[in-house]
């Protein structure tokens, strides 16, 4: 198959790293179908010279209803789904409401797991494929107020390891996308859902938020994270998973993904977790 024929799937295109790898493969030659949750980010998209229809990994219907209309586009086939949609959501684990993890889950877990059950069996049938999971470095460590995020990439990442034994010898490769800090909007659309599920001023860390979190997360113009990388590094890693003739398992993105990576191998845990209570 030639590369202008090659297709992908990509949820969330709206902004960040979805919109940019988007438009990179475009550039190469692929077929890309870019979804958004929203009709409107769709919209835009179709003004950019992109193929984009609604998909949103909290409503099922909608998860089927964007898969067929995917295969409508490319007459049934699929080389590639990029599993990419989430969002974040600050807030100590104790002030977490079991709803707000629920919620969570459904856009950041079970939503990719309904996707990646209805692509398989496209690709198993074609004899090939490529299903890409976008983790974070902290699908395999920790941080302190990020316990709903951390929560869903660590499920990520042991699904897709458990999924990629499955998959061995069916063509179909499971990869793992493991980016650090990329300067993309998630902490602006963490906001809402920070205000709509944490109270902060009932809890025991009441004066962290105060002093902490919210500065971070409502700064207007916050400075960049600490080796801080744009969308650009992301598509790079992309690219070579989907076009090499022997994808990695894992691509780490940014400098701290490395070092969390080697820390987490050679130190003990104690050790670790002082040096992430300082981060």
């Known amino acids: ?16 790293i979805g919109h940019h790898l988007a438009h990179a493969l475009h550039e190469r030659g692929w077929q890309v179908l870019a979804t958004c949750r929203k009709e409107a980010d ?3 998209l179709r003004d950019e010279g992109l193929t984009s229809f609604r998909l949103d990994y909290e409503d ?13 586009h490319t007459g049934g086939r699929l ?12 807030g100590a684990a104790e002030d977490l409401p079991t709803d707000a993890l629920r919620q969570i889950f459904e856009a950041n877990f079970f939503g990719w797991h309904s996707l990646t059950r209805l692509a398989i069996p496209v690709m198993r049938a074609q004899g090939h494929g490529r299903i890409v999971m976008n983790s974070s470095v902290l699908g395999f460590i920790a941080l302190r107020f990020r316990a709903a995020y951390v929560s869903t990439k660590h499920a990520v990442e042991g699904y897709s390891d458990t999924l990629r034994l499955e998959l061995a010898g069916t063509g179909i490769h499971l990869i793992l996308l493991e980016p650090g800090p990329i300067r993309t909007k998630i902490r602006e659309n ?17 004066d962290t938020y105060a002093n902490v979190v919210e500065k971070r997360l409502y700064d207007p113009d916050p400075p960049p994270d600490a080796f801080e990388l744009s969308c650009e590094a992301t598509s790079a890693k992309m690219i070579h998973a989907l076009e090499h003739s022997r994808p990695r398992a894992r691509y780490y993105v ?17 050790w670790l977790d002082r040096l992430l209570i300082r981060g």
């Open 79 to 90: 080389d590639a789904l990029f599993n990419n949609g989430a969002y974040a959501m600050p």
């Open 1 to 16: 198959m030639t590369a202008a024929r090659r297709s992908i799937l990509i949820t969330g295109c709206s902004s960040g």
């Open 254 to 270: 940014t400098t701290p993904t490395y070092m969390m990576g080697t820390l987490k191998r050679v130190l003990p845990t104690r």
């Open 42 to 44: 769709c919209a835009r």
């Open 190 to 206: 963490a906001r809402a859902h920070y205000e709509r599920w944490i109270k902060p001023r009932d809890s025991a860390w009441a």
């Open 60 to 72: 099922q219907a909608s998860i089927e209803a964007g898969f067929t209309q995917a295969l409508e």
